[in-house]
């Protein structure tokens, strides 16, 4: 498949979400409950093999040991359904690269779970690479991290806050690492929602102020 044929898919997947639908592609992987997603995390297994080249600057990319493209497909498409989630380009990494972002009645998370002055909590990078970019709840990077799953961004301390960590998740070889890569990205959507992520109880916690975003005049700009 050519570069333009997989941006066009993309583009038909961004369609889907802004008219609002929950369609599912035959590839697309199940949800997990906010309830059951640190026992999920505990039990992931360990990335194989050694971790690929990234830079110790931005723009910050993964060099080599890329996802195939069936994987970065699979991982926007068992997204979609994820309620509030709103996809569009994102000004903080190169171009093609796609955002995650929330609607503001559902961004009921710290300001941590956020890249600063956006409701944006992460983004894909263009096909080429298929890593992504996170913002996640510091106890659960410690443990992707720990397994060899991402590294921390270079200038993580300019973005994320006190309890989160801005990382860098490898891109899946294969439908295996798929479900776990899969499973790291709905913690820094349930962080950002504001889910409790605690056993047996997914619950909205108490609102955030938003003042914070109203005071905001301009949006945050650059690559990283």
């Known amino acids: ?21 929950t369609q599912t592609s035959e590839n697309s992987l199940p949800i997990t409950p906010a309830a059951e997603i640190s026992a999920a995390l505990n039990a ?14 931005v723009p910050h990319q993964q060099l080599n040991q890329n996802a195939p493209l069936a994987m970065v497909q699979a991982l926007t498409a068992s997204a979609i359904p994820l309620p509030g989630i709103k996809f569009a380009p994102t000004p903080f990494s190169l171009a093609g690269s796609l955002g995650w972002r929330l609607d503001p009645d559902f961004a009921e998370g710290p300001d941590e779970g956020f890249i600063r002055g956006t409701l944006e909590f992460g983004h894909q990078h263009r096909v080429e690479d298929g890593s992504m970019h996170l913002l996640l709840p510091s106890e659960f990077s410690t443990i992707a991290l720990e397994k060899g799953w991402g590294v921390i961004h270079p200038i993580d301390d300019t973005i994320s806050g006190e ?26 959507y349930y962080q950002a929602r504001g889910l409790s ?15 914070w975003f109203k005071r905001i005049t301009g949006r945050a700009s650059g690559k990283q």
């Open 44 to 57: 992931a297994p360990e990335r194989e093999g050694p971790a690929p080249a990234t830079p110790d600057g």
């Open 1 to 21: 498949m050519t570069l333009r044929m997989c941006i066009a898919a993309l583009a038909c997947l961004l369609v889907l979400c802004t008219e609002g639908r």
């Open 197 to 211: 992520m605690e056993p047996a109880d997914s619950t909205a916690v108490r609102r955030t102020g938003w003042g």
């Open 163 to 188: 309890t989160s960590t801005y990382v860098m998740i490898y891109g899946a070889r294969n439908p295996e690492e798929l479900e776990t890569v899969w499973l790291i990205a709905q913690i820094s």
